[in-house]
């Protein structure tokens, strides 16, 4: 190709996107991102912008945006422990981001910085997809933490009777009772010993805790204690298959795992950055293949007496 061809041809679109929070380095977000913007046929980047325990300042926050900015972003990702330090400093809030007061994505545009939240949306487009969008008479969510405010905002979206919120810390069930109370739906707290009884009338259970994960094995709450007919939502993705989850369907209870969040929540995040419809069910296989890699990668590592 000559020199002249080489500057006519049309170069793919530019895409320059990061992830900002505390430990965000083995995050599986990025290649999800880049393998979806491949498809596009876009020169796609995405890095991580990984925080030091001093670095979740407003200052650091503001001057960080503003570089970010400046050295072409498109737009950041952002987690833990900054979606909610962030949001003073944003121009405008979507709806989503508003309805349970963090922000996940940042997108820069002419008019300026727009903060969403597509935990909400990701979870709340999982939940359809597992279960459908039918009424559910008491939903039963256990977590307050971050991303059980995503969740407990989602469910009080959903059309349900009744949000129990169970946590160890009562003081922070409260908090995220009051705020979901505010979006329409009956919202309660109860203390874990009361979570049987909950448990015994409800027709969906959310854990929202991190009990599960890899770092931390086990379940949240005693399986033995799902009545038949509940439906048992996880958000935990790593793995995909939790105790939680294999135990519920030895009993033919209907499961939703976290894989369908964190896929839905990349793709609203992607549609966000680029205006481009994502395409969910290969982004639902990559994050499949990458999560599986991973759990195999590990499976390999040698153990060191």
């Known amino acids: 190709m000559s020199h002249e061809n080489a500057r006519s041809a049309p170069r793919p679109p530019a895409v320059l996107i990061g992830l ?43 001057g960080l945006l503003v570089s970010a900015r400046r050295l072409g972003f498109t737009g950041l990702n952002i987690t833990h422990p900054v979606k909610q330090a962030v949001i003073p400093l944003l121009d405008e809030l979507a709806d989503s981001a508003r309805a349970v007061g963090a922000v996940n994505t940042v997108v820069f545009t002419e008019q300026g ?72 739906r009956a919202v309660r707290t109860v203390a874990p010993d009361s979570l049987p009884d909950e448990l015994a009338g409800a027709d969906l259970v959310v854990n929202a805790t991190p009990v599960g994960m890899a770092a931390h094995p086990g379940t949240s709450f005693d399986p033995a204690l799902l009545p038949t007919g509940i439906r048992v939502a996880d958000i935990v993705y790593r793995p995909v298959d939790t105790a939680l989850l294999q135990e519920a369907r030895t009993r033919g209870i209907r499961t939703m795992s976290g894989l369908g969040m964190a896929m839905h929540q990349a793709a609203d995040a992607f549609e966000i950055f680029t205006g481009e419809r994502a395409d969910r069910q290969a982004m639902l296989a990559d994050l499949d293949d990458l ?14 007496p």
């Open 20 to 62: 900002v929070g505390e430990g965000v380095g083995p995050s599986l977000t990025p290649p999800m991102h880049e393998l979806e913007g491949s498809r596009h046929g876009m020169n796609y980047v995405y890095r991580t912008i990984d925080l030091a325990p001093d670095e979740g300042t407003t200052d650091f926050l503001r």
């Open 113 to 184: 910085t727009i903060g969403h939240n597509t935990d909400v949306t990701g979870f709340r487009a999982a939940l359809n997809d597992a279960f459908g969008d039918d009424r559910l008479g008491r939903a039963v969510l256990v977590g307050a933490g971050g991303a059980g405010s995503a969740v407990a905002t989602a469910l009080a979206q959903h059309p349900i009777d009744e949000l129990v919120i169970v946590d160890q810390d009562a003081v922070r069930a409260d908090a995220l009772a009051e705020h979901a109370s505010a979006l329409g």
């Open 291 to 304: 999560v599986a890699a991973e759990a195999a990668e590990k499976t390999l590592e040698p153990h060191h």
